[in-house]
């Protein structure tokens, strides 16, 4: 499904999605090009909760959390940087 079609679907609900189709364009946004309802939540901060269990239980899944109410995904993507250089020359033993 496309976010509009969920929007229809779902009026005005949280919910947890799955990326099935996505893509990161060259200015680092990420693009959901088919998405499914994975679950649907009664707040914003049990849809962050069940968001985080279930990215645990499946960490190779691509999951989100968003309201109905945003009319397009605007999802900009951040590089992990790792670990700071300072920390990693401490040569305590």
């Known amino acids: 499904m ?3 079609e969920i929007c229809k679907s779902h009026p005005n609900k949280w919910l ?3 990326a099935l ?3 990161t364009t060259s200015d680092y946004r990420r693009h959901l ?3 499914t309802v994975v679950e649907e939540c009664p707040d914003g ?3 962050m909760k069940r968001y985080q269990l279930l990215h645990q239980q499946y960490p190779e899944r691509e999951f989100y959390f968003f309201h109905t109410s945003r009319d397009s995904l605007d999802i900009q993507v951040r590089q992990w940087l790792g670990i700071r250089a300072l920390y990693a020359t ?4």
């Open 16 to 18: 947890i999605v799955e």
């Open 33 to 35: 090009n088919r998405l």
């Open 2 to 4: 496309h976010w509009s």
């Open 45 to 47: 901060k049990t849809a």
């Open 21 to 23: 189709e996505a893509h």
């Open 90 to 93: 401490d040569t305590k033993v």
